[in-house]
């Protein structure tokens, strides 16, 4: 197992960004160095949090208003927080997430236009300190990213067929998150090759907590 710390991993990013794959590869990494890995997603991750993503991804773009799909996240997200994250970090496992709170402030704060205010008293309140140790931010020109999402087998393509000026918003937002937070998240470019990308989160991952 190596030792006992537990960390919280998450990796942020615009539709077609690639995360989902990046993050079960950067979870088989630490596995071969010996670690407990728990690959999880929001929203999702953990039962009632399924049953939430369900609601807020599927069916029209105009279902819920920012601030409806702000609450359902936030519930979701305890829920993942409760039953899933914490218990892993607590026995030392490390936890890779695909989207976190980032993904709220980004998506809703700013695509959505709620504000960054009303968002950061909700994560307040619903999550209060809690923070991931790391945070890949995976960048990628907008209309790139939703060329690759064109033709998934799947209903949850809700936010994937909003304007293009709310993912513009979007990603605009996930790279001032960035800035804010300079210790904590780290901008990637996800124009790169999937093998080169990856090298990118394993030499930052092993700069960060193996050297």
């Not at 359902?72 to 927080?81: G, M, Q, W």
């Not at 039953?83 to 695909?98: E, F, H, N, Q, Y």
């Not at 923070?131 to 690759?148: N, Y």
């Not at 709310?166 to 790169?192: K, T, W, Y």
Request: aromatic share 8%.
């Amino acid at each position: 197992m190596g030792d006992k710390v537990g960390r919280f991993i998450t990796l942020e990013g615009g539709d077609g960004s690639g995360k989902s794959s990046q993050a079960k590869a950067l979870g088989d990494f630490l596995e071969s160095m010996g670690k407990e890995v728990v690959l999880t997603r929001e929203p999702g991750g953990s039962p009632g949090a399924d049953e939430i993503r369900k609601l807020i991804l599927t069916g029209d773009p105009e279902r819920w208003d920012g601030l409806e799909e702000t609450l359902l996240f936030y519930t979701a997200r305890v829920n993942h927080l409760r039953l899933t994250v914490k218990p892993a970090l607590a026995r030392g496992a490390w936890v890779i997430s695909d989207r976190f709170a980032d993904s709220t402030m980004a998506y809703q704060g700013y695509g959505n236009q709620l504000g960054v205010e009303t968002v950061r008293k909700i994560h307040d309140v619903a999550v209060g300190t809690f923070e991931p140790d790391l945070t890949f931010i995976l960048d990628l020109d907008v209309e790139t990213g939703l060329a690759r999402t064109e033709g998934r087998g799947h209903d949850e393509d809700r936010f994937e067929r909003m304007k293009l000026a709310f993912h513009e918003r979007m990603r605009q937002g996930f790279l001032e998150i960035a800035r804010q937070n300079p210790d904590r998240c780290q901008v990637v470019d996800a124009s790169q090759s999937i093998d080169d990308i990856q090298m990118e989160l394993r030499s930052y991952l092993k700069g960060r907590f193996f050297s």
